[in-house]
């Protein structure tokens, strides 16, 4: 079996050591050993050296060009244009694929129909969708880390999440779908990463104030709980105080937080219709609180996809996370 063994040495002790196999590169790599495999296969950046016996050695210079190969795919380029320039710069020459000299090179794929990895289709997207659905379909945790970090940090979270991040979500959650299931780990590694990006970017909760605090809550079974995180974040980063109690909150907690805390503005996540409920909705709409003459009701906010159509509720739907900001902070000015 050519993945046994840890191979955590320098450079020097894997010349010394005559090399690593195929299983200890694509763990240094965080990578699939089918994915090494393939690249050898693909585009000729297999072991510079071929050694006796049946197992192939990888040199400390075949791993920096494959470690050269991961960095540039993390950044959206295509895998076939990465592998030329991690040959380049490690002096080698390409030579042919060997199991797919007599196939055709394949043709550059038309605008707005791009690919990731294994044929996750983004669209016309911006490039750093594509480098993070790469490194999402490796199961990269250090490039996808990394790459999310870059994309909040350059673009700010509102912008990040409607352009980059949740494009690529809905991409993976499309490749799901189509594909029998193949991809769940995928969909749930990402969201777990995007999950831990956000927690990362979100400053510490503002106190209290009186009559500004917003509750995020999903309805009860509805588990979905990203959008709200993302909209926690935002909102904290304008110093607005939040509550955020997370997925599938039971409609009798769901009152007693709005009876306790009396918000401006309560933010219902419904990802389907089936858990959409208006009448839950308008109840939390109804409730009052304050002194006798000086009674509040909160925003309600219907928010989600689940909401989509229900305009009769008579309460604020706001399409996307930059309205839904804009809402909530409306909310806490009334």
Same mark, same amino acid.
Do not use: Q, Y
């Given at each position: 079996m050519d993945d046994v063994g840890a191979g955590d040495g320098d450079e020097t002790e894997v010349r010394?050591?005559?090399?690593? @196999?195929?299983?200890?590169?694509?763990?240094?790599?965080g990578v699939a050993p089918t994915t090494v495999r393939s690249w050898d296969r693909r585009y000729g950046l297999g072991p510079a050296a071929h050694t006796g016996g049946r197992h192939r050695r990888w040199t400390a210079g075949d791993l920096a060009r494959l470690e050269r190969m991961c960095a540039l795919t993390a950044t959206g380029l295509p895998p076939a244009e990465a592998a030329r320039l991690a040959m380049d710069a490690t002096g080698s020459? @390409?030579?042919p694929p060997r199991d797919e000299a007599t196939r055709p090179l394949p043709q550059p794929v038309a605008r707005g129909r791009s690919r990731a990895g294994t044929g996750l289709r983004l669209g016309d997207v911006r490039q750093e969708c594509k480098g993070i659905a790469r490194a999402a379909l490796r199961l990269d945790a250090a490039a996808l880390d990394a790459?999310?970090? =870059?994309?909040?940090?350059? +673009?700010?979270?509102?912008?990040?999440?409607?352009e980059v991040i949740? !494009?690529?979500?809905q991409a993976v959650g499309r490749k799901w779908e189509s594909s029998g299931e193949r991809y769940v780990e995928?969909? +749930?590694?990402?969201?777990? +990463?995007?999950?831990?990006?956000?927690?990362?970017?979100? !400053?510490?909760?503002?106190? =209290?104030?009186?009559?500004? @605090? @917003?509750?995020?809550?999903?309805?009860?079974?509805?588990? +979905?709980?990203?959008?709200?995180?993302?909209?926690?974040?935002?909102?904290a980063e304008r110093g607005l105080p939040i509550r955020m109690?997370?997925?599938?909150?039971?409609?009798?907690?769901?009152?007693?937080?709005v009876r306790r805390t009396g918000p401006a503005a309560v933010g219902l996540w419904a990802q389907s219709r089936t858990t959409a409920s208006r009448p839950l909705a308008q109840h939390i709409a109804?409730?009052?609180?304050?002194?006798?003459?000086?009674?509040?009701?909160?925003v309600v906010l219907t928010l989600g996809p689940g909401w989509a159509g229900r305009n009769a509720l008579g309460l604020p739907h706001p399409p996307g996370l930059a309205e839904a900001v804009a809402a909530v902070e409306s909310s806490v000015r009334r």
């Open positions: 010394r050591g005559g090399g690593l @196999t195929t299983g200890e590169v694509a763990r240094r790599l020459k @390409t030579p790459l999310l970090n =870059d994309a909040i940090e350059e +673009h700010g979270l509102v912008a990040a999440w409607t949740m !494009p690529t979500l995928v969909e +749930h590694f990402l969201s777990w +990463h995007v999950s831990g990006a956000l927690r990362r970017h979100t !400053p510490p909760v503002p106190a =209290d104030r009186p009559g500004a @605090t @917003t509750l995020l809550a999903c309805v009860p079974a509805e588990n +979905h709980t990203l959008p709200l995180e993302v909209l926690a974040a935002a909102l109690f997370g997925g599938s909150l039971p409609v009798e907690s769901l009152v007693a937080a109804a409730i009052e609180w304050g002194v006798r003459g000086a009674r509040r009701k909160p």
